[in-house]
């Protein structure tokens, strides 16, 4: 945390907040990561939430419901 | 459906039933997600979640079965959905109490219906993938895949 004194303010300035650190994270994915690398991982994402959103379709059962007796 | 009648065809499957225990309710959901897919429809619709093949409207419906001693069994009318009754109970009958194979079975039926093209491998890694438990499952997964060849699959 830094502070600065200026014309009898008081700045606080903290830029470790939650928003900075995503900020910074993102800055570092995008220096590390080839740019190629990033769309693959958009495309592996991608395809997997299409894989889960096929999976959580409701799937009915095929046929009508049978009559039922008592034994 | 009503919970008389699912009580009535849950009897004939497991003498003893309650839906205290997560195993027993896991059971259930297995259990006539097979039913169902084995062609005798009771009218429940599955969804996919972390154990599996899971009904909300048969839990609801499940829930709803006081009593559980006092419930008669039930029938076909149909001689032939009768004998396919049978027959599942036949084939589940060494199952039935084993969660694991349960789970397996209903999942790799499901996963199989919603992608038909998708190789055996991709599906046993589907599977294995859903649960830390299951990752070192390969060939038992494999295993229950086989008892379900010529049957549901």
Do not use: C
Not at chain 2, 1 to 27: E, H, P, Q, T, V
Not at chain 2, 67 to 73: L, P, T, V
Not at chain 2, 84 to 113: G, T, Y
Request: glycine fraction near 4%; aromatic fraction near 12%; charge should be positive.
């Amino acid at each position: 945390m830094k502070s600065s004194m200026k014309d009898g303010l008081k700045l606080i300035f903290n830029p470790k907040n939650e928003s900075d650190k995503v900020q910074e994270k993102v800055i570092g994915l995008q220096k590390e990561e080839p740019i190629s690398a990033t769309f693959s991982m958009f495309d592996d994402a991608i395809k997997k939430n299409s894989d889960v959103y096929k999976l959580k379709k409701p799937i009915k059962p095929k046929g009508k419901i049978p009559h039922f007796l008592f034994l | 459906m009503n919970s008389l009648a699912l009580g009535g065809i849950l009897k004939r499957i497991y003498s003893d039933f309650d839906m205290a225990s997560f195993s027993n309710r896991l059971k259930l959901q297995k259990i006539i997600y097979l039913l169902q897919a084995s062609g005798i429809s009771l009218g429940y619709t599955y969804s996919y979640y972390l154990y599996g093949p899971y009904s909300t409207e048969l839990t609801k419906e499940a829930f709803q079965i006081t009593n559980y001693k006092d419930i008669k069994e039930v029938g076909f009318e149909d001689k032939e959905i009768e004998n396919k009754f049978q027959d599942f109970l036949k084939r589940i009958e060494n199952h039935k109490n084993d969660e694991f194979w349960l789970e397996v079975a209903s999942s790799i039926h499901l996963i199989s219906k919603v992608y038909p093209k998708m190789p055996r491998e991709e599906v046993v890694r589907m599977i294995q993938e859903k649960r830390s438990q299951l990752q070192k499952k390969g060939e038992e997964i494999k295993a229950v895949w086989k008892d379900l060849e010529g049957w549901i699959l």
